[in-house]
């Protein structure tokens, strides 16, 4: 089904009552040659580009529970490609670039809005440290410019710029970063996947994987077992579970985010604002909600919400820096797994099994991940080997130590990022 | 969530560092390459009941065996990490 102008106006004029599904709900074949397991951004935009970019058309994308349902639908939505270590910025470079045509690309509104990023800076240290990062961006090929102190205030005059505590010193802007709208990212690749002929299998949860000599054979699941020639996983938030079906390692420890949304308000928040003195993010959604969020709670955690010492924390950082936030009334809060690998960067590599592959780790930056993610992994199963711009996020380089991602200059540790 | 240190007594999850899985008391020899990666890197982080390692930084700063579950966040037991490495 295509979307249109007229038909928007041929549907609102007739009761909507012509709308149909925009995916099939087929039964799982008993063969494919490619079966990805997880049907939340990146597994959907995989078998996308599969099919699109590599000609593959025998393909299943197995769903434990409904598109949409896990992180995808848990994010705060934030697009940006202000990274810094090689590695990292060519790959959301190109995940930014492919934001940029995807409702062209899907035919699909995904409300991709590149309405700016700001990363405020409070010292002559982080100043510095922000005037190197933008460098690299622009190096890169992205863009940033550095805004001082009068400049964030033409953009942010609602910052509370009497702050003795942490002073706005200035800030450096991204301006093609920015927001969409999550849960029409996955509607959207969904749709595009199975125009192009793939297999979507909601309710459908993987409780094996079949390797016989080293060698992937295919998967069991709650509706029967299905032959595959390659796997790919692509579960962040159960990487570790459904690798130990393959009995596969992973260097990933599960912690818990949290976000906030506010009741809806007139526009107010332009941008995407990030406060790193305080561990604080702020965008305001289209339709008036304040979202927004702080940092993980730190101790490994499943239970998909978090605890109230963090939820205290990301108000008292969001007041400090928006002293207006405290009229507004917080409505919903929620928590999603993370995937924490020891450096903060994610793994899309070959695992120990042939023909098994792990798209894993995305740690709290998987949304502004999912076109490239998906654009990578598809090269990495279809040609088996890495994609130019994602051949640094190997398993091994924790074991060597060489080709650390760690973005924040923390250390390799899990409990550090 | 809440933590009865065994010597402090049930106190807030604020006064507690996270360290991460239990694993880190059971460290191997020097030079084993593959066992370090293991040790520094690798997790079981299963979806369940787990041990994790805590410092009770603002009390009486020991370390502490945490019995948690980790999809329910309750807290089954908590030990001396000086016990459970004797």
Redesign the interface.
């Known amino acids: 089904m295509g979307y249109n102008a007229f038909q928007i106006l041929k549907e609102g004029l007739t009761g909507n009552k012509g709308w149909r599904p925009v995916w099939r709900d087929p039964e799982p074949k008993s063969e494919y040659d490619v079966i990805i397991i997880g049907g939340g951004g990146h597994g959907l935009s995989t078998a996308y580009y599969l099919a699109k970019n590599h000609g593959i058309k025998n393909i299943a994308v197995l769903e434990r529970g409904y598109i949409g349902g896990g992180n995808i639908g848990r994010n705060t939505t934030i697009v940006r490609a202000n990274y810094f270590m090689p590695g990292n910025s060519e790959f959301y470079s190109h995940s930014l670039k492919l934001w940029e045509s995807m409702e062209q690309d899907l035919n699909y509104n995904t409300m991709h809005s590149g309405r700016g990023l700001i990363n405020l800076f409070h010292s002559d240290g982080q100043r510095d440290a922000f005037a190197r990062r933008g460098n690299m961006m622009c190096n890169q090929g992205d863009d940033a410019i550095l805004l001082d102190r009068d400049g964030v205030r033409k953009h942010l005059p609602y910052l509370d710029f009497e702050s003795h505590r942490f002073p706005v010193y200035g800030g450096l802007y991204h301006p093609r970063g920015g927001t969409a709208r999550h849960d029409a990212v996955a509607w959207g690749y969904a749709r595009g996947a199975d125009q192009l002929g793939v297999d979507l299998i909601q309710q459908c949860e993987v409780t094996g994987i079949d390797v016989k000599d080293g060698v992937v054979r295919g998967v069991q699941t709650s509706r029967g077992a299905i032959r595959a020639k390659r796997v790919g996983i692509v579960v962040a938030g159960r990487s570790s579970q459904v690798a130990a079906m393959a009995g596969l390692e992973v260097p990933i420890e599960s912690h818990i985010l949290q976000a906030f949304v506010s009741e809806g308000l007139k526009p107010t928040v332009d941008h995407v604002v990030s406060f790193g003195m305080g561990h604080f993010y702020l965008s305001q959604s289209d339709k008036g909600g304040l979202v927004f969020g702080g940092d993980l709670d730190f101790y490994a955690s499943y239970a998909q919400r978090g605890n109230l010492p963090m939820m205290e924390h990301v108000m008292e950082a969001g007041m400090a820096l928006v002293p207006a936030l405290g009229k507004a009334k917080v409505l919903r809060s929620w928590g999603g797994i993370m995937d924490m690998t020891p450096d903060g960067s994610f793994i899309i590599d070959r695992t120990k099994v042939d023909g098994l592959y792990m798209d894993c780790g995305w740690c709290y930056g998987g949304f502004k991940a999912v076109p490239a993610s998906g654009w990578c992994m598809a090269h990495l199963m279809a040609e088996d080997k890495p994609h130019e711009v994602a051949k640094k996020h190997t398993f091994d380089r924790f074991r060597t130590g060489h080709g650390l991602m760690d973005e924040e200059g923390t250390g390799s540790q899990h409990n550090l990022h | 969530?809440r933590i009865n240190c065994p010597i402090c007594g049930d106190r807030?999850?604020?006064e507690f560092y996270?360290?991460?899985?239990s694993d880190y008391l059971n460290r191997p020899a020097e030079g084993d390459?593959?066992a370090i990666?293991?040790y520094?890197?690798?997790?079981?982080?299963?979806?369940g009941v787990?041990k994790?390692l805590?410092h009770h930084e603002a009390g009486c700063s020991s370390w502490l065996v945490v019995e948690r579950n980790?999809?329910?966040?309750e807290i089954l037991g908590v030990e001396l990490a000086s016990e459970v490495a004797k």
């Open positions: 969530m807030d999850r604020r996270y360290l991460g899985a390459l593959d990666h293991k520094l890197h690798i997790r079981e982080n299963p979806a787990t994790d805590w980790v999809s329910t966040h």
